[in-house]
């Protein structure tokens, strides 16, 4: 069983997952929260040089951690070190499920998991939000439409949701992203950066200055 890294650190893993083992790197708080909350984060499309590398899953780990949190970002099948192939969203979901669980199983049966994705990973922890109740959700530049095919819009993470996308977004289409929030009961808290485009270039502080006080406000 892996512990836990020491406080502040990243440990890698290598963990064995439904389709084989499951590259990732596992960072410790500073100061952990008393519930042991962890976060899963989740990297933009693997056809499409996406990887846990990212700088924006970077951002939303180092974000998480800084909150407190436990993080957890992994490659998706067939990226870096992760066996297995790409599955459209459908065993990446079943992956983020599972380790989930995984973490769980070393942070307490009880430990809250904050959901959070970039690109195509938003749109892979949201699909994953149904099964796993998450505490909060936190969706960078989610698709809708672009990279999911016919796939049906998720249903509503069941929790506070902060969704964050540039207007100038040239990869995930902004206006089409904000009909599909409009349209959830209640819809999410979006903060709409004007001029940033999908990755963020020179915007990475303002995401983690968003982002930790969401995360803290309502874990709290």
């Known amino acids: ?5 020491a406080p502040g650190t990243t440990a890698e893993q290598m963990i064995p997952g439904p389709a084989g083992l499951i590259e990732a790197l ?8 008393g519930d042991a909350g962890f976060a899963i984060v989740c990297h933009p499309h693997p056809l499409f040089g996406g990887a846990m590398s990212n700088k924006v899953a970077y951002s939303l780990a180092a974000t998480a951690q800084k909150a407190g949190l436990h993080a957890l970002r992994f490659n998706f099948r067939g990226v870096g070190r992760s066996e297995g192939g790409h599955d459209e969203g459908r ?11 995984w973490m769980r199983e070393r942070l ?14 938003a749109w892979v922890s949201v699909r994953a939000a ?5 505490a909060v959700q936190v969706s960078i530049a989610p698709p809708f439409g672009k990279y999911v095919g016919d796939a049906a819009v998720p249903p509503r993470p069941p929790c506070p949701w902060l969704v964050i996308h540039g207007t100038d977004d040239e990869v995930v289409d902004y206006n089409q992203t904000r ?4 349209a959830y009961s209640p819809p999410p808290e979006l903060v709409s950066l ?6 963020f270039h020179g915007r990475l502080g303002e995401l983690g200055a968003i982002v930790q006080p969401f995360l803290e406000r309502h874990l709290d």
Do not use: I, Y
Request: hydrophobic letters at 45%.
């Open 91 to 101: 065993g990446e979901t079943e992956d983020v499920a599972f380790l989930a669980a």
């Open 194 to 199: 004007d001029g940033t485009g999908h990755f």
């Open 108 to 121: 307490g049966a009880g430990a809250p998991v904050v959901l959070m994705g970039f690109s195509f990973g």
């Open 179 to 182: 009909a599909v929030l409009d």
């Open 26 to 33: 596992w960072s410790a708080p500073r100061e952990p929260r």
């Open 1 to 5: 069983m892996s512990e836990s890294p």
């Open 130 to 134: 149904a099964q796993l109740k998450p």
